[in-house]
């Protein structure tokens, strides 16, 4: 007997471990009938303009469709193969067509429009609101010729960013040198390690070095040769471009890259938009795209003066102590670390001993715990991959949500850290009952090596609690109506600021004293160490504002002034004449792995990290305020965690984000606290 196809069982968690690439096809031939059916059935003149009507039978069948290819998209990201990925692009444009018609259906449309919004609760008075935006920005107003080429645009779009992620993980997989033991002086022993055992599995001598983040960084930190941080230079900063080794030329991006902006522009026109950063800013706090610009020149013009003196630090370190007066792109992440080691008497690497990740976790679980009154558990759940962690949140011992943890970085898996939804939030209108959120939390960290647990760097645990973040707002959501629950109807440039708002907690005594144990001694990190982490805290800040600025500037310039034909580089390079203090080689092309504006959601709103800054850090300035009002050592303050909870993340998209930090601050957000947190302001 044929087992059942785990991509039709909803009745709990996703099947990941039974989820096989021969079930999409099938599943999908189920599911997207059915969501035809259901959206046949809501538009018919029969049918009543009632929003529990229309959920009840439309949104129940299209969450189905939607939790189904959200498992298989998860599983195409953190467990790549060939034969997924080509049942993965066999189905994508056939799910890709139907949620485009869905949004542009003009009956539908007409439908939510008949709906009367008095008999709606606050949650669903703003769920409907955004439905109406969004049917506009789906194309529901256009017509003939006009809504038959978006729909075209979309199934393009769709399959070009595909093709975008597809290429930047296949030339990040590609590239391995071996190195020769003499080459990796200065190089972490623990990376060292690792680089053997790997070499050793591909039956190779030597040291493999490849370019995922937990071997690059500290190769490029580390490294005493020159010749080997440039070798990787090269090949990082060319991956899938014309720039790589002819052998990488099949994942060349910049074909598919000029293909994407021509369709955006196409797309925003046709909407009667001038170009796609009007479109962008439609769902978000920002007015509009010159209000974006505006802010990020104002950031890169308070940031400038900071930054040229981290520049001239750094150039007049490396003449007078490491003999080198002209240095390199490759070379800056390594005086820059020496100039650290020089300056605050410490290392990364001496850090990074007490951080392994049980004991952050733990940490990182009881900062959750004590702020937000939740407790946190280990639970079970079917799995992709060994290694992949389950946990529960409770409070007053009721069921909250849950979520998927998946730490190490490995072949195959998506490069860099998010998170991502499994289901929301919903009071479901078929069966009445409460549905409780789940989410998945990816990070890229290097695994545990000699039966020791693995190792994070503080940057690592900065990104697990930024993560951990993006996954209470989606978790602790006490709002019933699914799309505006948690994330979900959150304006995009509001999007990051619980995530930014946990990083602040990872400089703080009262935290980290809790979550570090030495590897080897088990001893806590001591207070003196910790006092020499928080005084080069803002190292180089004024360096990384202007890279932030530039990567947002050219992202922002890149949909809206650039002529999709032409080539990206040009604008590039204007940017960082603009606003970069490091110039890199010609041949860089950094952009060609953008994938955030490319592939992630980000487009002409990458902006979004910078303005969540302004706001994390003026909401952390609440913390800091109490803490010194209760005069207390302790930044942890329930009362103030309460209130933000229930202002910020318990409200989730159900208004306006600008109404939920009032709520908290009791005004709107200020640069001030940023500029001060970040050491840039007199």
């Known amino acids: 007997m044929t087992s059942p196809n785990p991509l039709l069982d909803f009745s709990d968690l996703p099947l990941f471990d039974r989820i096989l690439p021969e079930h999409i096809s099938p599943a999908m031939d189920v599911l997207l009938p059915k969501a035809n059916a259901a959206l046949e059935a809501v538009t018919s003149a029969a049918f009543p303009a009632s929003w529990n009507a229309i959920a009840g039978t439309l949104d129940v069948a299209t969450e189905r469709l939607s939790r189904a290819w959200g498992a298989v998209s998860h599983l195409n990201s953190v467990a790549d193969t060939p034969e997924l990925r080509s049942a993965y692009n066999a189905v994508l444009p056939k799910v890709t067509e139907f949620w485009t018609r869905l949004g542009a259906d003009e009956r539908l449309y007409a439908k939510y429009k008949a709906i009367d919004t008095t008999g709606l609760n606050a949650e669903q008075r703003q769920a409907h609101k955004n439905a109406m935006r969004n049917f506009v920005l789906s194309g529901a107003e256009l017509t003939g010729a006009a809504k038959k080429r978006f729909a075209e645009i979309q199934e393009q779009q769709a399959e070009l960013s595909q093709k975008f992620s597809e290429n930047a993980l296949d030339a990040t997989d590609a590239f391995v040198y071996y190195a020769q033991e003499s080459e990796l002086s200065g190089v972490p022993a623990d990376v060292m390690q690792t680089a053997r055992q790997q070499a050793v599995l591909d039956a190779k001598e030597g040291y493999k070095l490849t370019l995922k983040m937990p071997c690059y960084l500290p190769v490029m930190q580390f490294a005493d040769s020159s010749a080997l941080r440039e070798t990787l230079y090269r090949a990082f900063s060319t991956r899938a471009s014309d720039q790589a080794p002819l052998q990488f030329s099949k994942f060349d991006n910049s074909t598919v890259i000029r293909e994407i902006l021509a369709l955006r522009l196409e797309e925003a026109q046709l909407l009667g938009y001038k170009n796609f950063g009007e479109v962008s800013v439609v769902a978000k706090m920002a007015k509009s795209p010159e209000e974006v610009v505006t802010f990020l020149r104002d950031l890169a013009r308070h940031a400038r003066p900071y930054a040229e003196k981290d520049m001239a630090d750094l150039r007049a370190f490396a003449a007078e102590h490491m003999a080198l007066v002209d240095p390199q792109p490759w070379d800056y992440a390594y005086i820059g670390e020496k100039l650290k080691e020089a300056r605050y008497s410490f290392s990364e690497q001496e850090v990074k001993q007490y951080f392994t990740a049980p004991k952050v976790l733990a940490g990182l679980f009881k900062i959750i715990e004590t702020l937000f009154e939740v407790t946190i558990g280990q639970d079970t759940a079917p799995v992709w991959k060994t290694g992949v962690e389950f946990f529960r949140i409770e409070r007053d011992g009721q069921l ?9 970085a490995r072949t195959g898996k998506r490069g860099g850290a998010w998170m991502d939804d499994v289901r929301a939030r919903w009071l479901r209108p078929d069966t009445g009952k409460l549905q409780t959120p789940i989410a998945h939390l990816v990070c890229n960290f290097a695994d545990g090596v000699g039966g020791k647990p693995a190792l994070l760097s503080h940057d690592d645990v900065t990104t697990l609690f930024h993560e951990f973040g993006h996954g209470l707002h989606h978790l602790l959501s006490q709002i019933n109506e699914r799309d505006v629950s948690g994330i979900s109807g959150v ?9 930014q708002f946990m990083e602040n907690f990872c400089w703080e005594w009262d935290v980290l004293k809790h979550m570090t144990a030495h590897v080897d001694t088990g ?18 800040s004024g360096m990384q504002t202007l890279r932030q600025v530039e990567f947002s500037l050219f992202d922002m310039l890149l949909h809206t002034s650039h002529d999709p034909s032409s080539d990206i580089m040009t604008l590039l390079n204007e940017v960082r004449r603009e606003v970069a203090v490091i110039k890199p080689p010609p041949y860089s092309r950094t952009a060609h792995t953008f994938s955030h504006i490319f592939s992630g959601g980000y487009a002409a709103g990458y902006y979004s990290y910078k303005w969540a800054e302004v706001l994390s850090a003026d909401a952390y300035e609440a913390f800091e305020e109490a803490a010194h009002n209760a005069k207390s050592d302790s930044t942890v303050s329930v009362e103030t965690g ?17 109404e939920s930090f009032k709520a908290f601050r009791g005004r709107e957000p200020s640069i001030d606290a940023l500029m001060r947190h970040q050491g840039m302001k007199n």
Do not use: C, H
């Not at 309460?642 to 600008?658: D, I």
């Open 400 to 408: 909250i949500g849950q979520f998927y943890l998946d730490q190490p």
């Open 642 to 658: 309460r209130k933000y909870r229930r202002a910020v993340l318990e409200t989730g998209g159900s208004r306006p984000a600008m």
């Open 491 to 499: 304006e995009w440039d509001a999007v990051e600021l619980p995530s």
């Open 523 to 540: 001893v806590p990190l001591p207070r003196a160490l910790f006092d020499k982490m928080l005084a080069a805290k803002n190292f180089q």
